[in-house]
């Protein structure tokens, strides 16, 4: 019972004089808070115990909390923090003392620092920067096989002069590059930038800074910068050597994984198949390098595979291009299924139009009737008028008689 007694009177001296000079045991704030550009959207954070602060056997930590660009909080044992973050809005966080391993014990106050938006104009930074990245193969024997190609795209800023100028620039990691290879629009100036080759990791997961800033003779051009997430720009190639066949009713596809850093078992694909005469439209979705169907009839097909790096080996990002269509099947030839109610159409438009032709003729026939010709054997009669008088002279009687003419008449007489 006496050594318990003893080890519990011990350890209350040593906290006690941990928490000294405070007769609570309470903590006190950091001191000496900066924080200071250290490269492209990357901020330095530095602080210092505070000198009354005795370690003794309290294990003590930090809260840091940003407040801009982005809310977000984080504890570290450690007095300094590096963050990337976008800082052409500026960048402020706050820090406190916790207790590393006791909970209970009550945080520090809270000490501020902040590092200001660079200087320049509002309204004549760039706007709608874009960034995508794709991997290309290396032409040389080095020890990459792959490098990555970086490409970005912006829009002049609205209440920038017309004489202003932009210039781009990149960091991934330790490593800063500017653009030599700029687009121009009609008026001169740089809207878009390419690097055939970067220092980018083709499988790499750390943030891409990347800032546009601006000269003009009239105005001071505010600096934009951005981070990009490589999952989210990555462009994949789309895979190669894509092959199909048909095998009696089996359809087989095979493909070769896209042009890439990653192995072939980190990618999901998509096989489209397309036949617009029939209207067939089918879709899949696979993680192997082969799909195989069954096709019910004959037809021409039009195939088209596209990739995407599966969450197994990265962060989920789009889906790639399709890669260039290949035909299999044969269009000319169709199934007695498909000539039936072709044939129908045909026999029933044939009987139609033998329908219109005969009624056709026959209204000819009562519109325009033939013109008899002479004919033999044909007994014409002429018409002998006599005037028959009898009584009185008011009275007449007019007698017609037919005479029998011969065959031909050569005059006529009445």
Known sequence: MAPTLLILWGAAVVLGAACLPEKSCSLLPPVNFTIQAAGLAQVLLRWDPHPDQGQGAIKLGYHVRIHAPED?????RSTASSRAAPLHRGFSASVRTVPWEAPSLPASGWVSAELPAPPGSPGTSAVNLTCFTRTVASNGTGARPYHVSLRCAWRAGSEAPEDTQYSLRYRYGARTEECRRYSQDAGRQHTACWFPRTAIDGKGRDWLAVQVSGTSARAAIRPFDRLFALPAIDHVNPPGNVTAKVQGSRLRVHWEKPLSAFPGHCFDYEVRIHSARKGYFQTEKMTTHEFSTTMNDIAKYCIDVRAAVSSVCREGGLWGEWSPAVSVGDEARKPWTEWYPIMLVA??????????????????TKLFPPVPAPKSHIQDFAATVNYEKSGSRETESEVISYVEEPE???DLVF
């Not at 977000?72 to 570290?76: A, K, V």
């Not at 044939?350 to 032709?357: C, I, N, P, V």
């Open 72 to 76: 977000e909080d984080y504890e570290t």
């Open 408 to 410: 031909v008449l050569q």
């Open 347 to 364: 026999a029933v438009c044939l009987a139609f139009l033998t329908s219109l032709a005969c009624r056709t003729c026959q209204a000819w």
